[in-house]
């Protein structure tokens, strides 16, 4: 399975246990917070936080929550002070990772990912490192014993899609996000429940991984910055065969 698949598959099983805590609320309401602060309170007029607010009702986050976090972002309740940063840098075998954050304290956060990094023999990078390296796309993974890649094909490119792609038992459906909101519902539509489904960084090359101690040093660390209160999203340009995965447990 590609890399990035791959990763999000397991982000997503975590996100269901991350939601019974409460904890996937937090990030999410974050992201609400954020986006009624660059754009406004009202989700029709604001794109990104249209976006956030399916991602909440999505794991069931309640409606008074998103509407405290939204008041919190246009300054009608305290609590919006956040700030976007992006931290760069490389995990084992020199993979690029990527990771978006939310903070209202970036030198706390700052020296909390370069820690990170090290105890999983990765190292944090400099502004502009690896970011060149990751084009924003969105992105549906669909099983492919869930739909014919023909009718898949065609009913993807109609709704707006770049490309889809076959890629060890699953479809990746890529689209710009300008047309992701439309091209998610025509998928949902057409009676098809996607594995995956999300605007994220993916990465224009992939680093094959073929060591299964190396593998997991990545897995680890991709890990251990998702479960960062400030991080909001973690992409990464490593591709782990489905016989390393095995290996190590994660298939």
């Given at each position: 399975?590609?890399?990035?698949?791959?990763?999000?598959?397991?982000?997503?099983?975590?996100?269901?246990?991350?939601?019974?805590?409460?904890?996937?609320?937090?990030?999410?309401?974050?992201?609400?917070?954020?986006?009624?602060?660059?754009?406004?309170?009202?989700?029709?007029?604001?794109?990104?936080?249209?976006?956030?607010?399916?991602?909440?009702?999505?794991?069931?986050?309640?409606?008074?929550?998103?509407?405290?976090?939204?008041?919190?972002?246009?300054?009608?309740?305290?609590?919006?002070?956040?700030?976007?940063?992006?931290?760069?840098?490389?995990?084992?075998?020199?993979?690029?990772?990527?990771?978006?954050?939310?903070?209202?304290n970036r030198n706390?956060?700052?020296?909390?990912?370069?820690?990170?990094?090290?105890?999983?023999?990765?190292?944090?990078?400099?502004?502009?490192?690896?970011?060149?390296?990751?084009?924003?796309?969105?992105?549906?993974?669909?099983?492919?014993?869930?739909?014919?890649?023909?009718?898949?094909?065609?009913?993807?490119?109609?709704?707006?899609?770049?490309?889809?792609?076959?890629?060890?038992?699953?479809?990746?459906?890529?689209?710009?996000?300008?047309?992701?909101?439309?091209?998610?519902?025509?998928?949902a539509d057409a009676?098809?429940?996607?594995?995956?489904?999300?605007?994220?960084?993916?990465?224009?090359?992939?680093?094959?991984?073929?060591?299964?101690?190396?593998?997991?040093?990545?897995?680890?660390?991709?890990?251990?910055?998702?479960?960062?209160?400030?991080?909001?999203?973690?992409?990464?340009?490593?591709?782990?065969?489905?016989?390393?995965?095995?290996?190590?447990?994660?298939?």
């Open positions: 399975m590609a890399g990035h698949s791959h990763w999000a598959g397991i982000k997503h099983k975590k996100a269901l246990i991350d939601a019974k805590r409460g904890k996937l609320w937090s990030k999410l309401a974050k992201a609400i917070i954020v986006a009624a602060k660059s754009g406004g309170g009202d989700p029709d007029a604001n794109l990104r936080l249209r976006y956030a607010i399916d991602d909440a009702k999505a794991v069931s986050m309640p409606k008074e929550n998103i509407q405290r976090a939204i008041k919190r972002g246009t300054g009608e309740l305290d609590g919006g002070n956040l700030e976007e940063v992006v931290y760069e840098g490389y995990a084992a075998a020199g993979v690029a990772v990527l990771c978006e954050v939310l903070t209202d706390r956060t700052a020296g909390e990912i370069r820690k990170v990094f090290e105890l999983s023999d990765g190292k944090l990078g400099g502004s502009g490192c690896v970011a060149w390296m990751f084009d924003s796309k969105g992105l549906i993974v669909i099983p492919c014993d869930a739909v014919d890649e023909d009718k898949l094909m065609e009913l993807a490119l109609e709704a707006g899609a770049e490309d889809v792609r076959r890629a060890e038992g699953k479809f990746e459906v890529i689209c710009d996000p300008a047309v992701f909101r439309d091209l998610a519902k025509v998928i009676g098809l429940a996607p594995e995956v489904s999300e605007i994220t960084r993916l990465p224009q090359n992939t680093i094959d991984i073929d060591d299964p101690e190396t593998a997991q040093k990545v897995l680890k660390l991709m890990e251990r910055l998702d479960d960062h209160e400030d991080v909001q999203n973690v992409s990464a340009n490593f591709n782990i065969p489905d016989e390393v995965l095995k290996a190590i447990g994660e298939e």
